[in-house]
């Protein structure tokens, strides 16, 4: 089915059956080397870009380069493409919805998701300030379609990208579309998008360095994805602590698991066997960290007095737990009001942003 839109006799633009725009050459026009040019398909062709530029320089739009969007522009006019006023405003209608984007769950949402539920207050309520709302999209991670089927049928106007694991290939499947979005985590190297993410080496850092202040010498690092970036810079700021107490990294109290409660507490088991001694354990999470005292107290040895726990995020879980975890804040909330905001700047003006927050430590019971 083809949906058009037309001035008189001349057929400018219509929908074809995919929803997408589609602009017509008029008949009359001269082919460039007997090209025939129909669609903006053809003029991609020509100019060496993809259909989506193609249909942002049309519409003299501010993601596209001057360059790009004069040779595109160029193309069209020598082949008599002409967009009125109304073909315009069809062109770009927006949706004024935003996707949420995380991993697939099988099964119910839980207790282990609530840095997601956290994350995503604070996103409902920067969509809200500027009259946006929201749809949760989960995908796979091998699932390299999603981002296509949602742009296309204009069902939402950009994304916010949370998922952790293939976090990568997501972002690299984003970029060659040139679809909208954000990203919470640090950006990939050479890569230029927005993103929002927080001093997770300063996190790692001072979480260590509390411990050793309070007299523990042997602290064990709990991880998260270890190839995940945030989990790396924790790391580091780890091993900068120690470094600066004159202390070695020991590769047996040095553990990663995937943010669930229960790969936590098999971690932290496998450590206490090996090395019953530890009196401090740094968690990439509270979640994890919650999971973690209780091994430590199945064990038969009690939080804090023989080991200290410090989490990470200070979910609002954190302050209930038993005891009460002492953890490093991320400011969750903000980070997600944020993502939105700078997501809706991106769409209204091209500006990418790269906003890093600052971490601090909540001091309760468990260190």
């Known amino acids: 089915m083809f949906l058009a839109l037309a001035v008189g006799n001349r057929v400018l633009c219509g929908y074809n059956a995919t929803g997408c725009i589609t602009y017509l050459r008029p008949k009359g026009t001269n082919p460039v080397k007997n090209k025939s040019v129909r669609t903006i398909a053809d003029i991609a062709e020509i100019a060496g870009v993809s259909k989506s530029t193609v249909s942002r320089a049309l519409n003299d739009s501010p993601l596209v380069s ?14 008599g ?5 109304q073909a315009r405003r069809l062109s770009t209608r927006r949706s004024r919805t935003i996707a949420f984007v995380t991993h697939a769950h099988h099964g119910c949402f839980s207790w282990v998701d609530l840095f997601d539920f956290e994350l995503l207050g604070g996103i409902t309520q920067g969509l809200s300030e500027r009259g946006y709302d929201l749809l ?10 999603w981002a296509r089927t949602y742009l296309e049928t204009g069902r939402v106007d950009g994304f916010v990208l949370m998922t952790s694991s293939s976090k990568q290939t997501h972002v690299q499947h984003l970029l060659e579309i040139e679809a909208p979005f954000i990203g919470w985590g640090f950006p990939l190297p050479g890569q230029s998008y927005c993103s929002v993410i927080c001093d997770d080496r300063a996190g790692g850092r001072i979480a260590t360095e509390h411990m050793l202040r309070d007299g523990r010498h042997r602290i064990a690092f709990v991880g998260g994805w270890p190839g995940e970036t945030e989990v790396k810079r924790r790391y580091e700021g780890y091993v900068d602590a120690l470094g600066a107490a004159g202390q070695d990294v020991d590769p047996k109290i040095v553990g990663y698991g995937n943010y669930k409660d229960t790969v936590a507490a098999d971690v932290i088991g496998q450590m206490l066997d090996k090395t019953p001694d530890l009196d401090g354990v740094f968690v990439n999470s509270d979640i994890m960290a919650i999971a973690v005292m209780d091994v430590i107290r199945e064990r038969g040895k009690r939080v804090p007095e023989d080991i200290a726990v410090i989490g990470y995020d200070d979910l609002s879980i ?15 909330p903000e980070a997600g009001r944020l993502l939105a ?16 927050l600052p971490v601090e430590l909540i001091v309760r019971s468990s260190a």
């Open 136 to 145: 949760v999209v989960h995908v796979g991670p091998k699932d390299r379609s």
């Open 81 to 85: 493409f002409e967009l009125n006023a």
């Open 318 to 332: 954190a302050a209930f737990a038993n005891p009460p975890l002492t953890t490093v804040r991320q400011n969750v």
């Open 66 to 79: 001057a360059k790009t969007k004069d040779r595109v522009q160029a193309i069209a006019s020598e082949h």
């Open 341 to 356: 905001k700078n997501l809706i700047e991106f769409l209204e003006t091209g500006l990418i942003t790269n906003v890093m």
